[in-house]
């Protein structure tokens, strides 16, 4: 058995240990109340034994996508453990061109003159999104990437524990849904996209938001434990919804709904 996987089946089997002392009355105390600080150590006690444990540097593979005479194109990112940098625009011709440890795994189909595309790594499997211990020679993922500013985009983030930094400024980009649980994000939006829809369903996530000068935005929040911080001189709360003055007439703007439990967001 993988080192990565004996470790998260120690802790899933010594949780549950305490959850069936809890009901049986041998623990008196609300383990519920202990179980984000334990999986918050836990993982991050991985990182460090991933860090430390590393065989060395992973391989960098080129690939790309052929934009392939489409108007339009959706995209879904999935990314176990590691880190995710979506630096802007693509080669020209190209959808999605850059840098992949150990290989893209891109799944191309075309609906009329729509691309649809699912991106994740060589050898994807289940445990990659979960336990960040599954990290190529434990030192994680490593993908470094553009995509086209020629088409409007819809985007599809799955991402495990990941340090991910997604620039959209130049891009033109609809639709987008960050799906993550214990990561670190940084999210520049759009700056000339029209109309942008973001929502964001996180765990023990750490999401920073930038929204561009220039740029309205409608902020919608359903948080557990979460710490959501959001700018009120640029987006002032109106009742339970934090909103640009100029909202309804801006050319560009966002509409961003949260919903998370126990995050830490900011949006600005």
């Known amino acids: 058995m993988r080192s990565s996987r004996l470790f998260w089946a120690v802790m899933l089997v010594g949780f549950g240990f305490a959850l069936l002392a809890n009901n049986l009355g041998i623990i008196t105390v609300n383990i519920w109340r202990f179980f984000w600080p334990v999986f918050l150590i836990g993982l991050g006690v991985w990182f460090l034994i991933g860090t430390a444990t590393g065989t060395g ?37 190209k959808l999605v061109s850059g840098n992949f440890a150990s290989g893209l795994d891109a799944r191309v189909s075309k609906t009329g003159n729509k691309l649809n595309v699912v991106l994740q790594p060589q050898h994807y499997s289940f445990p990659d999104v979960f336990f960040p211990g599954n990290w190529i020679g434990g030192k994680g993922l490593s993908w470094e990437f553009g995509l086209s500013n020629e088409l409007p985009l819809d985007l599809v983030f799955e991402v495990g524990a990941v340090d991910a930094h997604l620039d959209l400024t130049a891009l033109l980009v609809k639709n987008i849904s960050l799906q993550t649980g214990a990561s670190s994000t940084n999210l520049k939006l759009p700056a000339a996209a029209g109309t942008t829809y973001l929502k964001v369903e996180a765990g023990a996530a750490s999401i920073d938001i930038q929204v561009p000068e220039g740029v309205a935005a409608r902020v919608e929040t359903s948080a557990g434990l979460a710490s959501i911080n959001v700018d009120q001189t640029r987006f002032p709360k109106q009742g339970g919804v934090y909103q ?25």
Request: proline share 2%; hydrophobic share 35%; net charge negative.
């Open 57 to 93: 540097d992973v391989e960098m593979v080129e690939g790309s996508v052929d934009l392939d005479d489409s108007e339009s194109a959706s995209i879904v990112v999935k990314h176990g453990a590691g880190k995710l940098e979506l630096t802007g625009i693509a080669e020209p011709g």
């Open 244 to 268: 640009s003055v100029d909202y309804e007439k801006a050319e560009n703007k966002v509409d961003i709904r949260i919903e998370t439990g126990v995050s830490s967001i900011e949006i600005h």
